[in-house]
């Protein structure tokens, strides 16, 4: 837990969220401002600020929250999704606290 991180207050239960899935490693609810009809958060509880902060002490970490994308995606309806990881300011990152976004449904998603 860290003071003043959003998700660390979601993992412990002060700050409410639609959780969609939750086990000892990893809480996922549904982002507050959705960019598309299914748009999901993969957030570890321990709180590690982001992918640049990850070492070989959080593969098997990471590794889980990748394949938990497309089990909860199908789960969610989805047939195809987009994941993204945004890393430091520059990389879009809001939220200091490493997560993995799923998104999709609707119309195909654009081609970076
Ligand atoms: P980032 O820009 O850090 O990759 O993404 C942070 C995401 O967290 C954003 O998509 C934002 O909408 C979402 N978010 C921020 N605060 C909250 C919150 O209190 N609850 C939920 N469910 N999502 C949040
Ligand atoms: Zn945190």
Redesign the pocket.
């Known amino acids: 837990m860290t003071t003043d991180c ?1 998700f660390c207050k ?1 993992v412990n239960g002060s ?1 409410p ?2 959780i969609i899935f939750e086990d000892e490693d990893v809480i996922v ?5 959705p ?1 598309n009809p299914i748009h999901f ?1 993969i957030v570890p509880r321990v709180h590690i600020d982001s992918l640049a902060a990850c070492d070989v002490q959080h593969q098997a970490l990471l590794g889980k929250m990748l394949l938990l994308a497309p089990k909860l995606a199908k789960e969610q309806g989805l047939i195809g999704f987009r994941t ?1 990881i ?1 890393t430091g300011r520059e990389g ?4 200091f606290h490493i ?1 993995v ?1 799923v998104f999709g449904g609707g119309e195909q998603l654009p081609k970076l």
């Open positions: 959003i979601i700050i969220s639609k609810f549904n982002d507050i401002k960019i958060l993204m945004n879009g990152q809001e939220v997560h976004h």
